[in-house]
């Protein structure tokens, strides 16, 4: 089971993200650090908990179509021995290149920021399936995104698509359960599992350690977390029955 650490960086921070809700983040307040630096907590998420990768989210680019980013401090992040899955609006081949020049292992390709299908087709053929993890970025079940025109906003049919396009992992992103700690969205996630073979990774809701082992019951391959990091619901010792 991966379990895997994210950090949302805003203005060179890390920040609290909660519900999508953009404009009321606030930098994080961690047990783990005071410091709100991606470096010290990515160290600290390395040394501590032992983790092995990291989902980044850059608030900045993905809000600005790059007119402003947190790029440099991916490639100080990439010293810190754990692989970068990077997230930060990207939307032609071209830049999904450049990313990877950062450093990066792998692009997260958000339904939020996707236009198309083709636009989705044109980036896996440019830097191949296996550096793209495709989000499903879903407010309470339904998708979003200019893409979601295409399917109905219906997480399924948009899957059934970009397996035939090429996929190699889904992130299932449950907005409305970001930063809550209110629990999994198992009735998504038993959906999409029943309809794909693909490996799937949670994300959104993770509140203690039984709600990692629900979704392994459940068929995930991996789950995305940071409030329950930082406010110590989840210890390091409780990661060693599962990881």
Partial sequence: MRVIPVMDLLSGVVVHAKKGERENYKPVNS????????LVIGDVFKKIFG???????????????????NFSILE??????????????????EKAKSTLAFGVNKIVIGTETLSSLKQY????????????????????????????????????????????????????????????GRGIPEKIIKKVLKSTTLPII????????????????????GVLIATALHTGKIKPKDLKTII
């Fill in 31 to 38: 047990v783990l650090t005071p410091s709100k630096d991606p």
């Fill in 51 to 69: 983790f092995k990768e990291v989902y980044i989210a850059d608030l900045d680019a993905i809000q600005s179509s790059w007119a402003v980013n």
């Fill in 76 to 93: 100080k992040l990439s010293l810190l021995d754990m692989a970068l899955m990077l997230d930060c609006g990207i939307d032609s081949p």
């Fill in 121 to 180: 087709k044109e980036i896996v053929e440019g830097v191949g399936e296996e550096k793209v993890v495709l989000s499903l970025d879903l407010k309470d079940g339904k998708l979003l995104g200019e893409v979601s025109k295409e399917v109905e906003e219906d997480p399924l049919k948009l899957l059934k698509k970009v397996s035939k396009i090429g996929a190699k992992e889904i992130i299932i992103l449950e907005l409305s359960k970001v930063g809550t």
């Fill in 202 to 221: 949670i994300g959104g809701g993770v509140k203690d350690i039984g709600n990692i082992k629900k979704a392994r019951e459940l068929g995930a391959k």
